[in-house]
C-alpha cells in the first residue's frame, strides 16, 4: 500500500525557517522524482523544488537561494528545508513521488507565515 505522508508544517514568523518532510512507503523510492508543490485558496498547485533519483534539483524562481530540497533513501523521506519565510509563502505544502506515468500525492501540509 502506497503511503505519502507530510510533516512538519506550522505557523512561523516572516524572516524564520521551517522545515517540512514526507516520508513514503510503498514503492521503491530511490528511482522516483520527488517533488513539493504548494496551494493556495483559488490558485493552481505550483512545483516548488523537486529532486530526481539522481540528485539533481530544480526550484521555482521565488524560492531560489531560500529552499533546499534534499532526500534520505534510507529512510524513504524527503524533506524541504525553507528559511527567510516570506508571508507569500503561506500556502497547503504537498508532496509528490514520481516516475515515468505514476503519481503519488500525500494529503498536505499547512505552512503559515505570519507576523
Known amino acids: 500500500q502506497v503511503q505519502v505522508v507530510e510533516s512538519g508544517g506550522g505557523l512561523v514568523q516572516p524572516g524564520g525557517s521551517l522545515r517540512i518532510s514526507c516520508a513514503a512507503s510503498?514503492?521503491?523510492?530511490?528511482?522516483?522524482?520527488m517533488g513539493w508543490y504548494r496551494q493556495t485558496p483559488g490558485k493552481q498547485r505550483e512545483l516548488v523544488a523537486a529532486?530526481?533519483?539522481?540528485?539533481?534539483?530544480n526550484y521555482e524562481d521565488s524560492v531560489k537561494g531560500r529552499f533546499t530540497i534534499s532526500r534520505d533513501n534510507a529512510k524513504n523521506t524527503v524533506y524541504l528545508q525553507m528559511n527567510s519565510l516570506k508571508p507569500e509563502d503561506t500556502a497547503v505544502y504537498y508532496c509528490?513521488?514520481?516516475?515515468?506515468?505514476?503519481?503519488?500525492w500525500g494529503q498536505g501540509t499547512q505552512v503559515t507565515v505570519s507576523s
Open positions: 510503498g514503492f521503491q523510492f530511490s528511482i522516483y522524482t
Open positions: 509528490n513521488a514520481h516516475f515515468i506515468g505514476r503519481d503519488y
Open positions: 529532486i530526481t533519483s539522481g540528485d539533481r534539483t
